[in-house]
């Protein structure tokens, strides 16, 4: 966390919170509904994304060891594995004091929010629930991926592009178009295939 972030953090808790609600009413069954995250389903990824609240920091320190310290084996060996644990512990996960304050090693909680929206996204836009992420707080998350430079980590080229959001004021770069919510706009820009029709233009 820096000062520069620490205004952030009621958006990180507010988007824990929300997300849990939306969840928390889901049958079993459609919490086994295919993720926008490759190979995983919606448990998989909130089982992801609830890490911190399971494994202190000295658990996760010893589990990545056991994994060579390759943090993407970890995250699919624990997503895998806490996928089984009951849905309502899930979602007492995301409403735990812990994810509210969570930030991610120097990620501050830009990287935080960043975290929660896109999972977030990952999870429910498969379910098609109609929650809107708030302008304000998608915003932030938007200028993170383009002025923060956060596309690259995704192998994601946005030169010579401008993108521009369609349910808000908000635009970036110029160039050829892109065109889509400003949620879409953030899960593409994170490698993410949004479902046909919803974003207009050539593709990233």
Same mark, same amino acid.
């Given at each position: ?15 824990? *919170? ?8 889901? *049958? ?27 494994? *202190? ?123 889509? *919510? ?23």
């Amino acid at each position: 966390m820096t000062d520069d972030d620490a205004h952030l953090q009621p958006a990180v808790a507010a988007e824990f *919170s929300a997300l849990a609600d939306q969840l928390e009413t889901l *049958s079993d069954a459609r919490w086994d509904t295919p993720s926008l995250c490759e190979g995983w389903r919606v448990r998989e990824v909130i089982a992801h994304l609830t890490m911190a609240a399971r494994y *202190s920091g000295d658990e996760f320190m010893a589990k990545l060891q056991d994994c060579q310290f390759d943090f993407t084996r970890l995250s699919n060996q624990i997503a895998r594995e806490d996928a089984r644990l009951p849905v309502t512990e899930l979602v007492d996960n995301l409403r735990s004091e812990v994810m509210q304050h969570w930030t991610p090693p120097g990620g501050g909680y830009h990287g935080a929010l960043n975290h929660v929206v896109i999972h977030g996204l990952d999870a429910t836009v498969p379910l098609g629930c109609t929650r809107r992420v708030p302008d304000e707080t998608i915003r932030a998350v938007l200028d993170d991926l383009t002025h923060g430079g956060g596309h690259a980590r995704f192998g994601i080229d946005i030169e010579g592009r401008r993108l521009v959001a369609t349910d808000m004021d908000w635009a970036f770069g110029s160039g050829t178009e892109l065109l889509g *919510s400003g949620e879409d706009l953030a899960l593409v820009m994170c490698g993410r295939t949004v479902p046909a029709g919803r974003v207009a233009g050539l593709p990233l």
